[in-house]
């Protein structure tokens, strides 16, 4: 089983900055993509960004260039910094982490809300 913890979050106006951190602990064999998805109301939840423990990363066009992704494999956390935060970033933001190859887990954390209105 593994355990994922995420904080950060919190209501900033547009063009603001944010910072969400996520830890993941417990069996982490196999467990090899780690990430940060968000669901806004009324919406399916949706891939914000990920990187892989080999350091690969996918972005959701509709952030690209404005938040960076980046991970601590020895210590498994990652880290979402947003910047230029828009009214339509507001989502309720998940922490993930899980394997891509057999065996599949895969494992949420709580989840944490981020506010972008003026």
């Known amino acids: 089983q593994v355990q994922v913890v995420e904080s950060g979050g919190g209501t900033v106006q547009p063009g603001g900055s944010l910072r969400l951190s996520c830890g993941a602990a417990?069996?982490?064999?196999?467990?090899?993509?780690m990430g940060w998805y968000r669901q806004a109301p009324g919406k399916q939840r949706e891939l914000v960004a990920s990187?892989?423990?080999?350091?690969?990363?996918n972005y959701a066009d509709s952030v690209k260039d404005r938040f960076t992704i980046s991970r601590n494999n020895a210590k498994n956390t990652v880290l979402l910094r947003m910047t230029s935060l828009k009214p339509e970033d507001t989502a309720v933001y998940y922490c993930n982490a899980h394997s891509s190859v057999s065996p599949f887990r895969s494992y949420w954390g709580q989840g944490t809300q981020v506010t972008v209105s003026s």
């Open positions: 990187m892989t423990d080999g350091g690969t990363t």
């Open positions: 417990g069996n982490m064999y196999s467990i090899d993509v």
